[in-house]
């Protein structure tokens, strides 16, 4: 079993969509990261969050620190948000990265 | 606009041969990791850095993986010999570690990545 399960694996919205990712672990972390994969290769870090909740433009990310839980919702979903998001839970020590297995995006026009 | 830079972007090699990734981190940076994404593993954490010191390289095999930043703007990743499973993106990120914390305190920012493909 993975440390970091996310769901769902793969997506697809219609334009306008508010989209909600999740993401679940089970071992302690001391932050969790999202990244966003663009079709083309090339990560981008979205968030690092160890609580509470962060906004950024049409993305929101919150954690569940009890639950072991953590959500990325996109509002207004728009084509150009098509992309592979993963989400990694960062150990206790800082030194090890709990990568989820993505959750693929695609907007349709 | 700053951001992380590597080099080469594409490198096709064959089996056995000596394999050298670079890396510029964004100025200031204090941080570097590297990674592997392959479609089996994912994304795996190999090795990072801070002030040029290594601070973790538990998942990089060791017999032929060896990382090192001979200065603050430039961090490599070698494999001798290079195996046709090492075939992956190798992306390099940077970042800001604050003294005495292990939680990043910002986001890292990751280069495009080089596309290693190994015959």
């Known amino acids: 079993k993975n440390e970091v399960e996310q769901s769902p694996q793969n997506l697809t919205a219609q334009e306008g969509e508010f989209i909600t990712i999740n993401c679940s672990y089970s071992v302690g972390i001391s932050a969790l990261h999202w990244l966003q994969q663009h079709p083309g290769g090339g990560i981008v870090s979205l968030f690092m969050?160890?609580?509470g909740k962060k906004k950024h433009g049409r993305l929101i990310a919150t954690i569940n620190i009890q639950e072991k839980h953590s959500s990325l919702h996109i509002t207004a979903s728009h084509p150009r948000d098509s992309a592979v998001y993963i989400c990694?839970?960062?150990?206790?020590?800082?030194?090890?990265?709990?990568f989820g297995t993505g959750t693929s995006l695609t907007v349709i026009p | 606009d700053a951001r992380v830079t590597q080099t080469p972007r594409h490198k096709v090699t064959e089996m056995g041969q000596e394999v050298t990734m670079r890396c510029q981190p964004i100025l200031g940076h204090n941080t570097v990791f590297w990674y592997r994404q392959t479609m089996m593993q994912g994304l795996e954490l190999l090795a990072y850095f801070r002030n040029r010191a290594p601070l973790d390289d538990s998942g990089m095999p060791k017999d032929r993986f060896s990382a090192e930043m001979p200065d603050a703007t430039l961090a490599t990743l070698k494999i001798q010999p290079s195996e046709p499973r090492d075939s992956a993106v190798y992306f390099c990120?940077?970042?800001?570690?604050?003294?005495?914390?292990?939680?990043?305190?910002?986001?890292?920012?990751f280069g495009p990545g080089t596309r290693l493909t190994v015959l």
């Open positions: 969050l160890s609580s």
């Open positions: 990694a839970g960062q150990s206790n020590t800082g030194n090890q990265f709990y």
């Open positions: 990120a940077s970042g800001d570690l604050r003294d005495g914390d292990v939680v990043f305190t910002d986001t890292q920012y």
